[in-house]
Every structure is written in C-alpha cells, then in structure tokens.
C-alpha cells in the first residue's frame, strides 16, 4: 500500500527506519550495517542508506548548507567534505567563512590550515566543533564566546560587516499641492522635490544631493513661474572600522559637537558613533509641530533640504533624522490654502561624555563655499576631540583655524551618575575683517540631562549658551564678509524638553521650550506642549484623548496654535474621532474617520465647520512595492480647494539585478534580495512586505547601518506553487551599502510521479531528486514513487544515490492534469 508523502514525511521515516533497525547492527569503525529484513519493501536489495551507514557521518562532496554558529544564522554556502580516515569525515572551513564568524583578532593569527592552507585545522582552536546535518541541510559550528569579538542581539564586530555589491542608485522625494482660491480666481501649484543619486565602489560610496522647486500661480493677477534646481552636495565618503569613523571628500557640511555648522568642499574624518554598540550611540533629533491642514514640511538647514514630507491635519512629530545632524534646523510648514509657518529648532545636544579610555574626534579641512560654489573666506583646518579620562570624567575641547578667523574650545564633562550627567564648555573666536581690528569674543555653553528611570521620565538641559557680543561663529563670519552685515548676531540661547509617562494611568506628556535672543534683533520663544491619556467607559476601550499646543513669540507678537482630539476605536484598526483645531486666524470643528485596510494602506476623512462654513478633507498614505505615496485633498466653503500627491522611492542597479522600491532613507543603506529568478515572492524587514518583481529581485529599504538586520520570506503569504528551504537572512551592512542576499525558492507544480530506470528497475529507496540548481526536490520511496515540488515545463532533473548523479528525468511540456499520476524514466547520463 502507497501513501503520498512530502519529503518531510519521508525523511521522518527514513530516519525513523533507521533508528529502530540500529538494533541489529556490527560495528567496525563505527560503521553501520542495517537489517533491511525489518524494512518492509518489495526489493531489499535496491536501496541507497549510505548516507545513514555511519552515525553523522556525510560522505565526501559539496553540499549547500545553512551554516549556523552558536544557533545564530551565518549564510548558505557550498560547504565541501573530505575524508579523513575509512568512515570519517569532516568539513572543510575555509578561509573567507571563517572570516564572517568574527574571532578576535589574536586567535585567527593563532589559526592552522590543511589541505593547501584551504581549510581549517579544527584542532587548533580547541573547544570547536562542526557538526552537519543533511536532513535539514545545517552546518552547526560551535565556537567558545571567549574566542569571539563583542556583539550584542543587535550588532556584530566589524569583522562581520559587509560592504555589499558595486551599484546605482536614484532616490527622489517629491511632493507637489494645487490650490484654487474663490478669491480673485486665484490657481497654483508647486512642486518640490530632493533626492539623491549615487554610486557604490567597494566600500566607496559616491553621491550627489540635489533639490528642486517649481512654482506657478495665475488668476486675475499676472501669471508667474519660478523654478529653481540645484545639485546642493557632490561628495563621497568611505567607512575606517578600525578608527569607528568616517572619511568624506569633496562638499560637505561642518559636523562638530563644538563649532557650528557651514558649507565647505575639503575632506574630513569624523567619529561615527553609529559604529558602536547600539548602547554608546548618540541620539537623533525630533522635530514637532502642528498642521492646521493637510500640509508639506520642509526641514532645511544652511538652505539645504534635509527632509520634507507630506503630513496630515494635526500634530506631527518627525523622529527619523540623521542623527549626525546638529545646530539650528529651520522647519517650514506649507497649508493648504497657501499659508505657511516658519520656525526653528535648536537640536538638543546631550553632555558631551566619552566611555573611559576612549577618544572621539572630527577633522577637517578645506575652503567654505556657499550654495553657488562660490569660495567663501580662506582655507580653513578643524579639530575637536573628546576624551574619556576616567568612570565619570571627559575631557574635550578643540580649535578652528583660518586666516582671518580663529576659535578654541575646551570643555569638561561629568557622569553625575544617578544625579544624571552635566557638561561645560568655552569656545574664544578671534576675527579679522579687512582694515579693522581684531574682535574676540567668548561664548559659554552649559548641558545637562537625566533620565528618571523610576518614574519612567527624563529631563534635558539642552543648554543654556550665552555669547558675548564680539563673539562670531564661522557661519556668521562668512556671512558677514560676503554682505557686511552681522545679521541677528546670538546672545542667549537655552532649551528645556522634558518627557514623562505614567503608565498607572496610561499618560504621557511632552514639553519643550526654546528661548533665543540676539543683539541686534528681536527674541524668540517657542514652547511646545503634547499630552495624551486613555481610559476606558464601559464596554468601550482604549479611547483616547490628547493635546497638542504651541505659542511662537516674536518681534512682541504670539503666534499660538492648539489641536484637541477624541478617538473611539471601532475594532479591526479603525477609528471614529472629534479634532478641534484652533490658531490666531481660524477655529476648526471636526468629525474624523481613521481606517487601516492593511499593513501597506490607510487613510482617514474629516468634515466639519469653520467660520466660513463647511470644510472637508482626505488624507492617504500607501506603502507600494516601488514607492511610498500619500495623496490628499481638502475643501473650505467659499475660500478654496486643493489637493496634494506625493512619491518617495528609488531605483537600484547592480550586477546582481534592479528594482524599483521604496526609500527609508535617501542615499541610504539597502539590501537587493533575490528570490533565485522567482516572481511574486514577499519578503519583509522591518516594514511591510515587498514582492519580487518579475526578475525575482527586490529591494529592502528599511536597513539600519551597522545593526544586524533579518529579512524574511513571508510564509503567510507565498504562493501555492513556491517553497522556499530556508526564509531568514541576517546581515550587518555598512552605511549607504548596497547588501545582496539570495534565497532558495522552488517554483513550480507538485505531484507524485512513477519513477523507473531504463532497465525496468526501480531506483533505489532513499534516493535523492535534485534540479540544475542542485536543489533538492524530492525523495524516491520503496516503490519508486516520489512527490516532486518546482516541476516547470520540460524541466531536467536528475536521480542521484552512491553520492552521484545516476540519470535524467524529463517533464512534458504539458502539466496541466494533475489528477493522474505521471509515469516518467530516468535516462542514463551518457544518452
């Protein structure tokens, strides 16, 4: 009697098979000679059971295996076996996997070498072992942890970080919003756009950032039309893992701790903290606000965009800047009936502290240059360090240098500990204009912060900074050169953010102040209020109220804005709510409507009255396969309508294939997955899923430099006619890399086929079918019967036992009537 089988049934049988006849078995070497008198089957004789003879014995070949170390995945790799003695076996490590099993430096200089120095000489790292198991296609390698460098759940040691594949890249952010007003019939639109276009040599990566604005307007006015287009930075830059830092050549923008930032074309090595384990890294900074309409906001610094996007009604908060990013950030938000608010953000900087023993630093040197390219000053040459003296103390400080101009900075910083941590630092500038004397200034800076682990709060002094009235900044010395004018020079800068959740009662709330005064102009104050709650009534659950608020006070006039909100889920990640919007010009009532309809797509509706009566908006956001997309519209009774689109994404080329795909971050880290030619196959990282494209080749753009980061075939959603032998992938890959990963995937029909040789025999039981790409397909059972997975049309597959390819097997071309059972024979190799 027959059964249909999977090749894991089978496989379970053999093994089972194999387990109870081991009890009548002789012993020479270890090897294993089974009764088959046990086995029912019709011809005893035929059978291929070599692979089982000898306990974990795998004869001599090339196996593709999964090699996991210490139970955590490395790659899939062809994996040789060689014979050490008459019954035994072992694998040849060679070289480059060791490589990506990261040993400490001083034991791979201790390592021996056999066969050719071609493989590893497992005697000489005492405590290894390396064991295979062809049942599930696994090579376990255990290493003691004292012979491995550091890493943690989330990072590996450089030795394990992958430089990727040699690429293109095109990555594009671009927004546009048309408005038509009631009023004087006046239309526009704009459209503005950033991205960046790049190349990856080796561990090279070379970019080129650009930005772009179109805006038109007609009516009863005179037509107008302004577009504007700029390469802003051409550069390019390479990871130094044995200094944790990174080396940049050609234009760039000041990235110092002490110094403000300004344009410049030289060269730089900079500390990247994003090298170190996730725990010594620095933060990124935060940008909120509040929408009074679907609205576009543009994050600039030293008139380069950093970031723009596209955010609904209501409070926004952008969390997923770079975190080298420091100084003054001006935020523009454009409205939808052509409004626009502007204000700035001082990022917040933590206390300048370094782990004990340990340096940071930044250097650089070069000419300033503006947007233009124009020169601007003299050649210049920068420093700044910091040092970790001992537990609780860091020492820093740091000079820059030009003809006409010259500043030094020192500092201390102090671990306080459960009291939290505190820095001071002093920065003298000394400048020369041409025909006067010599101006010296000082400026005095101040940090605290203090996480309140206890009450889940946390505190930031994000500094109070006075700055005498002599003294300039490099920004503002090129500034004044270039128009002769010291435009709002700084005098008193201090912020105060502070954060608390009270999770007895379900709240949080965010607070953040900025106050900032000059000498020649007006003060500014911004502060920032959110505050959120859930509580139950009832049978409903987890409805929620919050609150956001602002008030901008400038040259003695406020500019306050407040959003209120109610939400009541419905279930199944949909939402009903009420949003009251308020600022100095309008007071906005609100009934809103939240739906997910799955992991990729949302969107919400409102309506509701203002003074001029009725207003109604839309707001979409759907994460596609080669773009994130929003679209929006939005309507106010006798004032205007208007709507907005907008696409981010990118392209990528390799060798290895191209995809269109979405973009976490532009010019960023990627991973190219193949999917071994195979269509429609949905591969996930820490976002939504992608499928494959028609090449079988697809992008993952949520990557984060130097973490270790899994992709995974999403199992839930496969099609029926694919299987895939192993659906997780790990990997560390440097900033801006272009990684490749493959994964094996059969494609095809399955059905049970009658297998027979030439001769008329049967092939042996247990032995293995296998397709061009030497993956295993299927397993013969005792009446040479096999259920075969990846059949396509006219496909060749091949019978292997004794440990090498027997005959062929030929598929029709017709593979449609799967109800009867094909009958094929497998044809000798030599015909």
């Known amino acids: 009697m027959s059964f249909c089988l999977s090749r894991t049934h089978i496989w379970s049988f053999i093994a089972f098979m194999v387990s109870i006849t081991c009890a009548r078995a002789t012993y020479a070497n270890d090897y294993v000679q089974f009764n088959t008198d046990v086995l029912d089957l019709e011809d005893r004789k035929n059978i291929d059971l070599n692979q089982f003879a000898l306990p974990g014995y795998i004869m001599p070949g090339t196996y593709t295996l999964k090699v996991r170390m210490n ?27 060791i490589a990506q099993l990261g040993l400490k430096p001083e034991i791979r200089n201790k390592l021996t070498w056999l066969h050719d120095e071609q493989c590893l000489d497992l005697n000489s790292l005492p405590g290894m072992e390396a064991k295979g198991d062809l049942a599930t296609a696994t090579l376990n390698i255990q290493i003691p942890q004292a012979y491995l460098e550091y890493r943690s759940n989330t990072w590996d040691p450089p030795s394990l970080w992958d430089d990727g594949v040699n690429g293109l890249l095109f990555d594009y952010n671009v927004t546009t ?27 090279w990566r070379v970019r080129a950032d650009w930005q772009g604005r179109s805006n038109h307007s007609w009516g009863e006015t005179n037509e107008k039309t302004q577009n504007v287009f700029d390469w802003t930075r051409i550069y390019a830059y390479t990871a130094i893992p044995q200094l944790n830092a990174k080396l940049s050549i050609g234009e760039n923008y000041l990235s110092s701790a002490l110094f403000d930032s300004f344009r410049y074309t030289g060269i730089s090595l900079n500390s990247d903290l994003n090298m170190l384990p996730p725990n010594l890294r620095g933060y990124a900074p935060e940008v909120t606000g509040i929408a009074n309409s679907n609205a576009t906001v543009i994050i600039t610094q030293a008139g380069r965009v950093i970031y723009q996007t596209q955010v609904p009604s209501g409070p926004f908060q952008i969390q997923d800047l770079p975190s080298g990013i420091t100084g003054q950030l001006d935020i523009r938000v454009e409205e939808q009936d052509g409004s626009v608010q502007n204000y700035q953000v001082n990022t917040a900087s933590i206390p300048y502290l370094t782990r004990p023993g340990s340096v940071r630093y930044n250097v650089a040197l070069g000419r300033p240059t503006n947007l233009d390219r124009h020169t601007q000053g003299n050649f210049f040459v920068t420093g700044d360090f910091s040092w970790g003296i001992s537990n609780g103390w860091s020492l820093f400080g740091g000079s820059l240098n030009s003809e006409n101009y010259d500043a030094l900075s020192l500092g201390l910083g102090r671990d306080l500990f459960k009291f939290g941590a505190i820095s001071l630092d002093m920065t003298q500038s000394f400048t020369r204009f041409p025909e006067e004397k010599m101006m010296t200034g000082g400026s005095f800076r101040v940090n605290y912060s203090k996480r309140f682990d206890s009450y889940n709060s946390q505190i930031q002094f994000a500094g109070y900074r006075f700055t005498q009235r002599n ?8 500034t004044a050169l270039e128009t002769g004018d010291r435009r709002k020079s700084s005098r008193e800068m201090y912020t105060l953010s502070f954060n608390k959740n009270f999770t007895d009662i379900q709240a949080s709330l965010y607070f953040n102040y900025d106050h900032q005064t000059y000498w020649n102009s007006s003060n500014v104050d911004r502060y920032s209020l959110m505050a959120s709650k859930y509580f139950d009534i009832g049978a409903l659950k987890n409805i929620s109220v919050s609150l956001s608020a602002y008030r901008q006070v400038f040259d003695n006039k406020n500019n306050d804005g407040l959003f209120l909100s109610l939400t009541l889920p419905l279930g199944d990640a949909n939402y009903l709510g009420y949003s009251l919007t308020q600022n100095r010009h309008e007071t906005i009532n609100q009934a809103n409507y939240y739906s997910t309809l799955s992991d990729k797509t949302n969107y919400q509706v409102a309506v509701g009255n203002a003074k001029q009566g009725t207003t109604a908006s839309a707001y979409i956001n759907h994460q596609a396969n080669n773009a994130r997309l929003t679209a929006n519209v939005n309507y106010m009774n006798n004032e205007y309508y208007s709507f907005g689109v907008s696409a981010k994404g990118g392209i990528t080329l390799t060798s290895e294939g191209v995809d269109t795909h979405r973009v976490s ?22 976002s939504s899923a992608v499928t494959s494209n028609r090449f079988g080749k697809a992008v993952i753009p949520d990557v984060n430099s130097y973490y270790r980061n899994k992709v995974k075939v999403d199992l839930n959603k496969l099609p029926e006619d694919a299987e895939v032998t ?46 061009n790409r030497q993956q295993e397909t299927g397993i013969v059972d005792d009446n040479g019967m096999a259920y075969i997975s990846g059949i396509q049309p006219h496909e060749v597959m091949f019978i292997k036992w004794n440990g090498a390819q027997q005959c062929r097997i030929v598929f029709p071309a017709q593979l449609t009537d799967l109800s009867k059972r094909l009958s094929l024979v497998c044809q000798a190799l030599n015909n």
């Open 177 to 203: 919003q048309m408005n038509s007003s009631y009023k004087n019939d006046h239309k526009y639109y704009n459209i503005n756009g950033n991205g960046v276009m790049g190349a990856n040599l080796g561990a």
């Open 665 to 686: 971050r532009l010019g960023g880290t990627r991973l190219l997955v193949d999917t071994d030619g195979v269509a429609n196959i949905p591969v996930k990282g820490s």
């Open 471 to 478: 003294y300039m900044s490099m920004s503002e010395y090129l």
């Open 726 to 771: 192993d659906s997780v992938v790990q990997f560390t890959l440097t900033d801006g890399a272009i990684g490749y990963r493959k994964f094996s995937v059969l494609s095809g029909q399955k059905m049970m086929v009658n297998l027979t040789l030439e001769s008329g025999e049967l092939p042996p039981f247990g032995a293995q079918i296998i397709n």
């Open 71 to 97: 139970n955590e995945a490395v790659s899939e790799q062809p994996i040789e076996y060689y014979a050490l003695t008459e019954g035994n076996s072992q694998a040849c490590l060679s070289k480059s996997l």
